[in-house]
C-alpha cells in the first residue's frame, strides 16, 4: 500500500543517504532536502579529513542496501587500542580474543559520497543541496525550506516526512517549541570538548605511526585519539575540559602554551604533529552532547531518525553504527507489514528506543574508560583475562565490547545489561583476589575461571532483577 | 559586602516567598514579581483545596525563617499509607517504626500566604502580583515583565535575578533558547497523568475516612491517593495512563464510563464521593514531568532555584521540601563568605545539584511501589522487617524512606545510595529465602538479621564502587 508514496528526508547525512537509498530500494517516490553543499562537489582535498569507526552494526546495514564490497577498500581494520603513557611506551591491546572481530576506520566524507551515488542512481529518489529545513509543521506534514542559493522560502509536503537532520534537527526543534504534545527531551553535555588535529603522511606516502590501531593517550583528565586515513595522515582528536584543571580549551589561548601542554603530556604524539599548533588555532573547539527523545514520530506524519532522534558522545565508536542500525531496524518493520505509518512509527519507536538510550549512557562510560580505567591495573588484568577467555573459549564468551561491536544480532540494552554485569562480577572478584593473574593460568584454570564469571554475572542479573522487583 | 544589593526574585509561590522572607531577614533588598493575583485576596473558598505532603527538610527550612510555631497549626499528620484493597479492605503500613516520624498534610494556599505575610513585613522585600515575566536577559542582569493588569511590558533590573518561577520556567527557557552557553537540560514526562478530586466533610464537618494518613488504592496500571485537609474534606488524586490500557484520560469520555472505572477499582472510595462526576470533567487533567538542568546560574548574575531548576514528580511527597530545602542550603553557603554572587552559585550549585537529580530519580521509583510494589508479598515483609528494625533498635536502622523524609541533615543522594542498597539487600535475602518472617522472630534473630542486613548492605555498596572504578 505505501508504494508511490511520497516520503521527504530532511538531510542527506550518512543516516538521510542510507535511508533514501533503502526506501528507494522499497519503490517510494523519495525527496530529500540537504542544508549543506553536495560534497561531491565540494574540493575537500584542502580540508580535514574527518574519519569514524565502523563496524559490525554498521556492516549489517551496508549489507541491506547491497554495498558491502564497494565499501570494503574504504576501511582500514584497528585491532585494538594502542595505548600511548606518558614516556611514549606503546602497548596494544586488542579488541577482542577473536581475530575476526575488529573495527575500521572509514572516511565520512566517502562513504556519505558512496551512498548519494547509489541512491541517486533509483529514478524515483532526488536529492536537493542547499536546502536548510527552518521548521516542520508535524499536524498537516509539511516543513518550510529556506534555498541557500536563491534565498528563497518554500513549503514542502509528503505523505510522510523522515528527518535525519542531525543532533541539532529542526523537526526536533519544531517538536519541543510546538508544545503539542508532551515532548520529553534532554541535551546533556560533558564538562569536555573536542578539537580535530592531525599527523601528516610519512615524506614517502606511509604511516607516521602504527596503522591498524586506534590510538590513546589517556591521561585521567583529558585524552588525545588518532585514527588512520587512506592517504597515510591520521586524524587526530583531543578531548579536554572546557574549563577545569591546569590546562583547558579556555587557557590554551597562546602557542607556547599548546606546545607545552603537548609536550608534558603527548611528547611522542607532538612528535609526530610538526603542524599542531596551526592546526589548533584554525580548527574549531566543539561541545559534546547526548540527545534523547519521545516520542520520536507524530501520529504517522513524521518521524526522526539517526543523530536527529539520539545523538551520542563518540567514546563507543558507535555514533554511526547505531544511525545505520535505524535504517536496518525500520527495514524490519516495514517488511512486517502494517496497514499504516503510524502503527509502523509505534513498533519501530517501541523497540528501538531502549537500544538507543542504552548505547548513549555506554558512550558516556566508555569516556571514563579510555581516559583513566585503560591504566588502572584491576582493569588491565579484567581486559587480560576476557582477551584469554575470547580466544581460548571463542563461542563462551564476549566482553562488553565485544557483544556492542561485534554482535550485529542482540541490542544494544541487553549488550549493556550483561556486559556491565560481567565487568562488575569480574572486577569485584578481581578486588577480593578471587582470580588469579591470567598469566598463571592454565587451560583448567582459565575454564574455571569462566564458570565462576559466569555463576558471578548471573546472580548479579538476578539481583537485579529481584531488587527492582521485575516481573 | 552583598547588603543593600537588589535582588530581583521572579516567582512567589512557595520557593520564591520563603527566599524573599530569608534575603529579607538577611538585609537583602528584594523585589518579588509574582505573576499570578495575590491569592490571599482571591476568594478561594469555591476553588480546590489543594495540599502538599510536609515532612523533615521543610521544617528545618521553616525553622531557619522562625515560623515553627505558626506552621504547626496547618498540619495534619499522616503516620503512615492507608493502603486500600479492591474489596474495600484498609491496611496501616506506618511510614516508619519510630513513633515521632511522620509526615504532614498542608494546605498549600495557607502556607504561601502565611510566608508572603511574613516576607512583606520587612520593609526591605516588596512583592507585586500580576506581573508576568517573558525573558530574562542574563548577561544584562535584567528581566521583561508585562503587566497583566495594565498590558505594559518593562525591563526589571537588577545585581542579582533568581527565577523561583515553576517547572515552567521563563528564565530557563532564556538559558535554553538563548544559546549563549553549554545548557543541559531534561524534561520528561511519564505516561501518566493526574486529575483532582475530592472527599467532601462528612455532614457533621468531620472526616468522612480514616483522618491520619495517606490513603492509597494502588492498581499497579493506575492509583489514586487522598490526603487530608484541615476542613475535613480531602484532597484526591487519580493518577491515570493517558492512553494506554483499558480504563485512560483518553477514553474516561462519559460519565457512565468514569462510574464504571471507579465503581470497579476504586468501590469504597466511590462510596464518598458523590461529586466525583462533576469533579472528574470540572478539573484538568494535567502532565507529570521531571525536569533536570545544568548550569543553574549564569555567571553570578542569575540563579535557578526550587521547581525552575528541578521540577519532579509527586510521588515521595518531597517537591515542596527539596524547595525548601534549596533554601537552606544556599543559606548555608551565604554564611561561608563568599566574596562574590558568582563564587556562591558555584559552590551552591555543586553541593545541591546531585541531591536534587538524586530525589528526582527516587521520585520516579516511588511512582512504581505505590502503584503495585506496595501489594507484593515480599513488598510488605521488607516494609514489616524494616518497621520492626526501626522500632526495636531505633538508633541502628532508618529505611529508604525515612532516610529521603526523615532525615533532614543527611543529602538526598547519600539516602538513595544507602535506601536503594538496603532494599535490595532485603528484597534478595527474602528471594533466597535467608530471612524467616519477622512475625516469627525473637529479639535476638531480628538483631541478627539486622546485622545480615547491614553487612549485605555494605557489600552492594563496595561492590558497586569497584565496579565503578571509582577512587
Chains 1, 2 share one sequence.
Not at 187 to 204: D, F, M, R, V, W
Not at 273 to 289: A, Q, R
Amino acid at each position: 500500500m505505501h508504494k508511490q508514496q511520497n516520503i521527504l528526508i530532511i538531510g542527506a547525512g550518512l543516516c538521510g543517504s542510507l535511508l533514501a537509498l533503502r526506501l528507494g530500494q522499497r519503490g517510494y517516490n523519495v525527496t530529500v532536502m540537504e542544508m549543506r553543499p553536495d560534497l561531491r562537489k565540494v574540493d575537500i582535498s584542502a580540508g580535514r579529513s574527518i574519519n569514524l569507526a565502523f563496524s559490525d552494526r554498521g556492516i549489517k546495514a551496508i549489507k541491506l542496501v547491497g554495498l558491502e564490497e564497494l565499501v570494503k577498500p574504504l576501511c582500514i581494520p584497528m585491532n585494538g587500542r594502542m595505548l600511548h603513557d606518558l614516556e611514549g611506551n606503546t602497548m596494544l591491546a586488542p579488541y577482542s580474543g577473536r581475530e575476526h572481530e575488529y573495527i575500521n576506520s572509514i572516511s565520512r566524507g566517502q562513504l556519505n559520497a558512496l551512498l548519494l551515488d547509489e541512491a541517486e542512481k533509483h529514478e524515483n529518489v532526488k536529492i536537493h543541496f542547499n536546502q536548510k529545513c527552518k521548521s516542520v509543521d508535524f499536524e498537516n506534514t509539511t516543513a518550510l525550506f529556506k534555498d541557500y542559493i536563491t534565498s528563497a522560502e518554500f513549503v514542502e509536503d509528503a505523505d510522510a516526512i523522515f528527518a535525519t537532520d542531525g543532533a541539532g534537527s529542526a523537526m526536533r526543534q519544531s517538536y519541543y517549541l510546538g508544545k503539542k504534545f508532551l515532548f520529553s527531551f534532554s541535551q546533556n553535555y560533558l564538562t569536555h570538548g573536542y578539537k580535530e588535529l592531525s599527523i601528516l603522511p610519512a615524506e614517502n606516502g606511509g604511516y607516521k605511526t602504527y596503522k591498524n590501531a586506534l590510538h590513546i593517550w589517556g591521561r585521567e583528565a583529558f585524552m588525545l585519539i588518532a585514527l588512520p586515513n587512506l592517504d597515510g595522515s591520521f586524524t587526530v582528536t583531543l578531548f579536554l575540559s572546557f574549563d577545569e584543571g591546569e590546562y583547558n580549551f579556555n587557557n590554551l589561548t597562546t602557542k607556547e602554551r599548546v606546545l607545552e601542554f603537548f609536550s608534558k603530556n603527548f611528547k611522542d604524539a607532538l612528535e609526530l604533529m610538526p603542524n599542531l599548533v596551526d592546526d589548533f588555532f584554525e580548527n574549531p573547539t566543539s561541545p559534546l552532547g547526548t540527545v534523547k527523545c519521545s516520542p520520536w514520530h507524530y501520529k504517522g506524519n513524521t518521524l526522526l531518525m539517526g543523530d536527529a532522534a539520539h545523538a551520542i558522545v563518540p567514546f563507543y565508536g558507535q555514533g554511526m553504527n547505531a544511525s545505520f542500525e535505524d535504517v536496518t531496524e525500520f527495514d524490519k518493520v516495514l517488511d512486517q507489514g502494517h496497514p499504516d505509518w503510524e502503527t509502523i512509527f509505534e513498533v519501530y519507536e517501541k523497540s528501538r528506543k531502549k537500544d538507543t538510550d542504552a548505547i548513549a549512557d555506554l558512550a558516556i562510560d566508555n569516556f571514563h574508560e579510555m581516559k583513566g580505567h585503560v591504566n588502572h591495573a584491576n582493569f588491565r588484568e579484567k581486559r587480560s583475562l576476557e582477551m584469554a577467555f575470547e580466544k581460548t573459549f571463542p563461542n563462551d564468551y564476549s566482553s562488553k565490547y565485544s557483544l556492542v561491536t561485534f554482535n550485529e544480532n542482540i541490542g544494544y540494552r541487553e549488550a549493556m545489561l550483561r556486559g556491565r554485569a560481567q565487568d562488575k562480577a569480574i572486577l569485584n572478584m578481581l578486588a577480593d583476589g578471587d582470580i588469579s593473574s591470567v598469566n598463571d593460568m592454565t587451560n583448567e584454570t582459565l575454564k574455571n575461571t569462566l564458570e565462576k564469571v559466569k555463576t558471578a554475572t548471573e546472580a548479579i542479573l538476578e539481583d537485579d532483577q529481584i531488587a527492582g522487583l521485575k516481573k
